[in-house]
T-cell receptor, first 117, second 111 residues
Framework: EPEVTQTPSHQVTQMGQEVILRCVPI?????FYWYRQILGQKVEFLVS????????KSEIFDDQFSVERPDGSNFTLKIRSTKLEDSAMYFC???????????????FGPGTRLTVT | GQNIDQPTEMTATEGAIVQINCTYQ??????LFWYQQHAGEAPTFLSY????GLEEKGRFSSFLSRSKGYSYLLLKELQMKDSASYLC????????????FGTGTKLQVIP
């Protein structure tokens, strides 16, 4: 069964450093997402991406965040200058179609646990 | 904005049926998701309701009433492995792809 993959599974970084989290969405999917989940809290939407551009972003997704689809398979989230409060699990997800479709299965990757020290 | 409410915790007995409710208030609505999330793992898609009514998928069913801003997830023939958090999430209207999650309902299945 096709799946979303993410690397690394765990990333430890020092405050102020840049990190890049990588995702490989399911190959025929067209819509990509990043979410984060701080330990013990709810899943929070960060950004959605379609047709090589951001389609929606949340208030969390400020100038320190950026996303890119550098080639036909990878989808990355960059955090430019990490802060302690960026420590969380970051999930990538993908869907085949958009919100207007009746069948809309969203598949999550296993996540990258980011620890900022 | 969007506000999603669901009970924090529930307990049910193996083999029984449990209903997890979700109410939402939103400025625009496209559809509602249910996800299952085991501790330390990623959410797993269960259902996406766009139209009013009940959709059944094996032991799991999901119901939506758009006029009431209400949904429920029904789990039948509960198994121990169903112990997990169940997340209700709303998709914003307007062709955008923003999904807002509730805090989740932690379900404990007991023998």
């Amino acid at each position: 069964e096709p799946e979303v993959t993410q690397t690394p599974s765990h990333q430890v970084t020092q405050m102020g450093q840049e990190v890049i989290l990588r995702c490989v969405p399911i190959s025929n999917h067209l819509y990509f997402y990043w979410y984060r989940q701080i330990l013990g809290q709810k899943v929070e939407f960060l950004v959605s991406f379609y047709n090589n551009e951001i389609s929606e972003k949340s208030e969390i997704f400020d100038d320190q965040f950026s996303v890119e689809r550098p080639d036909g398979s990878n989808f990355t989230l960059k955090i430019r200058s990490t802060k302690l409060e960026d420590s969380a699990m970051y999930f990538c997800a993908s869907t085949e179609g958009g919100a207007g479709t009746l069948s809309y299965e969203q598949y999550f990757g296993p996540g990258t646990r980011l620890t900022v020290t | 904005g969007q506000n999603i409410d669901q009970p924090t915790e529930m307990t049910a007995t193996e083999g029984a049926i449990v209903q997890i409710n979700c109410t939402y208030q939103t400025s625009g609505f496209n559809g509602l998701f249910w996800y299952q999330q085991h501790a330390g793992e990623a959410p797993t898609f269960l259902s996406y309701n766009v139209l009013d009514g009940l959709e059944e998928k094996g032991r799991f069913s999901s119901f939506l009433s758009r006029s009431k801003g209400y949904s429920y997830l029904l789990l039948k023939e509960l198994q121990m492995k169903d112990s997990a958090s169940y997340l209700c999430a709303v998709m914003k209207a307007g062709g955008y792809q923003k999904v807002t999650f509730g805090t989740g309902t932690k379900l404990q299945v007991i023998p």
